[in-house]
């Protein structure tokens, strides 16, 4: 059952126009001039309960301005949206009640004062009783690692502590639908693995539907069987990360440690020289020429050890965008 | 109703522990807001004192009360609000089953409660200094005063609202909130008595909702003569046609609102 309906999604800002200099300044306080950016454009998709979405795009593609109409922030400029059965920007309080987002540069926890005070403003502005909410606080600090951190001031925190306090505030209503927006920026290697660990399983246990943006692919990959990619505030794929990887990136890394250093001259005609450091190099070769390109650089060089692999993520958005293969 | 009672009773004490740990700012701005007390000892010069149709110990009851009326009145929705706009803060508390308002006002009347020290050391000094405070009105009075008081903070609370909801369409909209200072200093009272003013300038200041923020509970507080139903009424006719303009524009608001910062 869709639980999220996106239907010719628009959004269009209208900002101000001003040129730069004293001159343009002058204009612009007498006459000042707008103009229309449309940040979203004719976006339409659905998901189904309990799904885990990742939401792809870069800087400025448009997810954010996307997940604020899903979330009921911004009205739409054009087409439909409904979320659990919901018009978003009607902001009902059962729609409210339903779903949370959670901004990983945004904090809603009071700065000064531990979580748990912010943790009971939540419990009271939702309803929950003090024994209930004690109990989910007690459930979801133990999934997400969380002891006395919940009586330290959040400033006093690190930043991963504070992000999972986040989680813990965000969750504590047990919202069926979850908007995370970079929930896992800024964070290291290990509190990223923990935070996306939590989230696996608060989806196993909860079936919530999560959709979710990242510049971390590890988390695309760790979470979600399927991606939406936008780029210039339009949709121009959505299906498994698999098929993306296949369809857009024809390629796979060799890697292979070498007997001798080479110059970059000598890899050519061997696929992309992707990059060269001593005795180990590393090609990206199309997958229809794979085999070939193993048994020739075999026979070319001598190789110590070779490993084939799947390019990051991360490297195929960023090839596909500068590229300019989705114009 | 035990729902809404045990979230305001929540809201309050996190407020306050908030509004604790800046206490020393709150010291401050408790000093900050002696205008009424500065007026008072210009006030008290006899050539000055001889305009006005209250006697030197009705003067200095007047503005140690519009002191404590000032102190109890203050409101910073604004500044606050443009903050919340352009940090992206509004945007979880949007996310809530609870007007952001609330908040704010929970955050007010913490506020409030953490003055009350301050300005209780501020009136017994003045009072030791023998400022006049003799023949005080009775606790009913008093009573009476503080009620109407609160109902002057949440006239303030609600001009100060509608004018916040400037902050959907300009960035910078705390600016208004300073031109709407002047007119409060001089027709609210807290300068002067309305008595002392001109019959003109008396009939300006009761055609805006300011002598009710200030001239009238401080009047009633320091056992001058009020017409304390129409005061009242006055008080009631003001918010009833500020809350329907606020919620008006909070409506159009929201639809313009860019969710900037978040």
């Known amino acids: 059952m869709a639980i999220i309906r996106a239907r010719g999604l628009g959004k269009c800002f209208r900002v101000a126009d001003k040129q730069p200099g004293l001159g343009g300044t002058l204009r612009h306080f007498f006459a000042r001039r707008l103009k229309d950016i449309p940040a979203v454009k004719d976006v339409s998709f659905t998901i189904e309960s309990g799904e885990v979405v990742g939401f792809l795009g870069a800087n400025g593609a448009g997810k954010t301005t996307t997940l604020k109409m899903l979330t009921g922030l911004i009205e739409p400029s054009a087409g439909e949206v409904e979320v659990a059965g919901y018009r978003p920007f009607r902001r009902q309080a059962a729609f409210l009640r339903t779903i949370t987002l959670v901004m990983g540069q945004k904090q809603q926890l009071i700065w000064d004062l531990p979580p748990l005070d912010s943790l009971r403003v939540n419990a009271a502005v939702y309803g929950i009783s003090e024994a209930e909410a004690r109990r989910r606080i007690d459930e979801l600090a133990e999934m997400l690692e969380l002891g006395e951190e919940l009586r330290r001031p959040v400033r006093k925190l690190s930043l991963g502590q504070r992000m999972k306090a986040e989680l813990l505030a965000a969750l504590l209503h047990r919202p069926s639908v979850l908007f995370l927006d970079e929930p896992t920026l800024g964070l290291d290697v290990n509190a990223q693995v923990r935070v996306r660990e939590f989230l696996a399983d608060y989806n196993r246990r909860t079936g919530a539907t999560v959709l979710l943006t990242s510049h971390y692919m590890g988390d695309i990959t760790a979470l979600c069987q399927r991606v939406l990619l936008i780029h210039q505030g339009q949709l121009f794929y959505d299906g498994s990360l698999q098929e993306l990887t296949q369809q857009l990136a024809p390629y796979r890394e060799v890697c292979c440690d070498l007997g001798a250093v080479y110059p970059p001259e000598a890899f050519r005609g061997f696929g992309e020289l992707e990059s060269l450091a001593g005795h180990r190099v590393r090609l990206l070769v199309s997958r229809d020429q794979l085999t070939g390109t193993i048994s020739r650089l075999l026979l070319t060089f001598p190789v110590l050890d070779l490993e084939v692999n799947d390019p990051p993520v991360e490297e195929i958005i960023g090839r596909l965008f500068r590229e300019g293969a989705v114009a | ?262």
């Open chain 2, 1 to 262: 109703m035990n729902r809404t009672l045990r979230l305001a009773r929540v809201l309050l004490s996190v407020q306050y522990a908030y509004m604790l740990e800046y206490r020393a700012e709150i010291a401050l701005w408790a000093l900050s807001g002696l205008l009424p007390l500065i007026m008072l000892a210009l006030w008290s010069g006899a050539a000055a004192a001889a305009d006005l149709s209250l006697s030197p110990a009705e003067l200095s009851r007047y503005f140690l009360a519009a002191f404590v009326v000032r102190q109890f009145t203050v409101v910073w929705v604004i500044h606050v609000f443009e903050e919340d706009a352009l940090q992206g803060r509004l945007s979880p508390y949007l996310l809530q089953p609870l007007h952001p308002f609330w908040r704010y006002l929970a955050a007010h009347i913490a506020e409030q409660a953490t003055r009350v020290p301050f300005v209780l050391a501020i009136v017994l000094a003045v009072w030791l200094l023998g400022a006049g405070a003799s023949g005080w009105p009775p606790p009913s009075t008093w009573l009476l005063g503080l009620l109407v008081i609160h109902l002057a903070f949440l006239l303030r609370f609600l001009l100060q609202s509608v004018i916040t909801m400037a902050c959907f369409w300009s960035e910078r909209a705390a600016a208004l909130d300073r031109l709407l200072l002047i007119p409060y200093l001089f027709l609210s009272g807290l300068v002067a008595p309305l008595e002392a003013f001109p019959p003109g300038l008396r009939r300006l200041a009761a055609a805006t909702p300011f002598p009710s923020m200030v001239d009238f509970p401080a009047r009633l507080l320091s056992g001058g003569e009020v017409d304390l139903l129409g005061g009242l009424a006055t008080l009631a006719a003001w918010m009833a046609l500020l809350l329907p303009l606020y919620l008006l524009l909070w409506r159009a608001g929201l639809r313009r609102y860019a969710a900037m910062g978040a």
